[in-house]
Antibody
Framework: VQLVESGGGLVQPGGSLRLSCAASGFTFNTYEMNWVRQAPGKGLEWVSF????????YYADSVKGRFTISRDNAKKSLYLQMNSLRAGDTAIYYC?????????WGQGTLVTVSS | DIQMTQSPSSLSASVGDRVTITCRASQGISNYIAWYQQKPGKVPKLLIN???TLQSGVPSRFSGSGSGTDFTLTISSLQPEDVATYYC?????????FGQGTKVEIK
């Protein structure tokens, strides 16, 4: 199983970024997926969930209305569109598979929101 | 939403000591709890899922127990390579919740 995130970088407050997570080594289209983040020096925070078919989606209150999770099962890819970014969104963002798929995490991609 | 209260926030113990970290869920989560180890600059590593199932390759000095609301991660004999921050995670719903973390150091 491999999960590879990309798309992080430096963005100004109010800006947008789109993160991607490329999955391999398991039947991606049969499992729900999650995004988890970790601010510098802080703990782990769950961000968002999407069901295997993409019809059921949940967000943490801290990102609701600003972030959008999506997936493309044909491309075995997970996405996180992040809009109206704030300094408090600065973190490493991980995509993570459920326990039923082995509980694997990617290596993470760093998002820095700063002027 | 479920809250996970993890304690202590940090601890210092000697090599060979038995170390215990606890996590309490705000409501019953059956055995839907996992424990992770995170070393500085590294990705969290899954140690235990389903409260007590040790992942392949994880040393047997690590063990987990509990059900319902109270859970424990035990390191039976602390080793220098166990210095890390440990997190519990509930996954009985789609909205995962993590404990605040426990930083383990060697005395």
């Amino acid at each position: 199983v491999q999960l590879v995130e990309s798309g992080g970088g430096l963005v100004q407050p109010g800006g947008s970024l789109r993160l991607s997570c490329a999955a391999s080594g398991f039947t991606f289209n049969t499992y729900e997926m999650n995004w988890v983040r970790q601010a510098p020096g802080k703990g782990l925070e769950w961000v968002s969930f999407i069901s295997s078919g993409g019809r059921t989606i949940y967000y943490a209150d801290s990102v609701k209305g600003r972030f959008t999770i999506s997936r493309d099962n044909a491309k075995k890819s997970l996405y996180l569109q992040m809009n109206s970014l704030r300094a408090g969104d600065t973190a490493i963002y991980y995509c993570a598979s459920p326990m039923s798929a082995g509980g694997h995490w990617g290596q993470g991609t760093l998002v820095t929101v700063s002027s | 939403d479920i809250q996970m209260t993890q304690s202590p926030s940090s601890l210092s113990a000697s090599v060979g000591d038995r170390v215990t970290i606890t996590c309490r869920a705000s409501q019953g989560i059956s055995n839907y709890i996992a424990w992770y180890q995170q070393k500085p600059g590294k990705v969290p590593k899954l140690l235990i899922n389903a409260a007590s199932t040790l992942q392949s390759g994880v040393p047997s000095r690590f063990s987990g127990s509990g059900s319902g609301t109270d859970f424990t991660l035990t390191i039976s004999s602390l080793q220098p390579e166990d210095v890390a921050t440990y997190y519990c995670q509930s996954y009985n719903s789609a909205r995962w919740t993590f404990g605040q973390g426990t930083k383990v150091e060697i005395k």
